[in-house]
Structure formats: C-alpha cells, structure tokens
C-alpha cells in the first residue's frame, strides 16, 4: 500500500485546513487508515483513525470536536479536516493504514510522507 498525504499549510489559529491521503496498490489490505503527527522535539503521535468498513472512527482526545475524519472508498481517499486550529497542532502530519487495527496503534505499517501544517497564533 502507497499513502499520497497532501493538504498543509500555514493558517491562523481558528482557522481550518482538510488533509487528504490517498491510498494505491493493495488497497483491500487496509483495515484502517489514519493520521500521525509529530511536532518539533515531540514524539509522533496518534491522532485520528477510521475503519475503512464501516467507518468507524477513533479520535484522540486533544482533538475531539475539532477534527472530523471521513473517507471515499471508491477514490480510497481518507481526509481530515481541522477546525479550530491552535498554535499546538503545529506539526508535520503523517498518514498511515493498518491492516490489522483500528485503535492497535503499533499496527499501523504503512505510511505517506508528511505534510506541515503550521498554526500561528
């Protein structure tokens, strides 16, 4: 599985961006895609995943009402959108898909590359 994130940017805090990963290859391996991030001098984070069946989402709390996770099936796309962004979210944004897992996070074996999203305040 190939994971395309593309999306960041440089916003204001209270501002919104949609994040978008597209997946290829062996698609119908993927259990569950979802989003990473990983700030300067921090460790990566998990921050959202959805079941590709199903949709079922799992959301980390630091973002919980401010970040929807959705996606397309039929363009294996996931995208997240985040709302009311703070100086805090900064940081580069990682896709991934699981094959086993949605809240296993050590599951997640595939990754895109990243993308910075960047929150002044």
């Known amino acids: 599985v190939q994971l395309q994130a593309s999306g960041g940017g440089s916003v204001q805090a209270g501002d919104s961006l949609r994040l978008s990963c597209a997946a290829s290859?062996?698609?119908?391996?993927?259990?569950?895609m979802g989003w990473f991030r990983q700030a300067p001098g921090k460790e990566r984070e998990f921050v959202v995943g959805i079941a590709w069946s199903g949709g079922r989402a799992f959301y980390a709390d630091s973002v919980k009402g401010r970040f929807a996770i959705s996606r397309d099936n039929d363009e294996n796309t996931a995208y997240l959108q985040m709302n009311s962004l703070k100086p805090e979210d900064t940081a580069v944004y990682y896709c991934?898909?699981?094959?086993?897992?949605?809240?296993?996070?050590?599951?997640?074996?595939?990754w895109g590359q990243g993308t910075q999203v960047t929150v002044s305040s």
């Open positions: 290859g062996h698609t119908s391996s993927m259990y569950a």
């Open positions: 991934a898909a699981s094959s086993a897992s949605l809240r296993q996070i050590g599951t997640y074996e595939y």
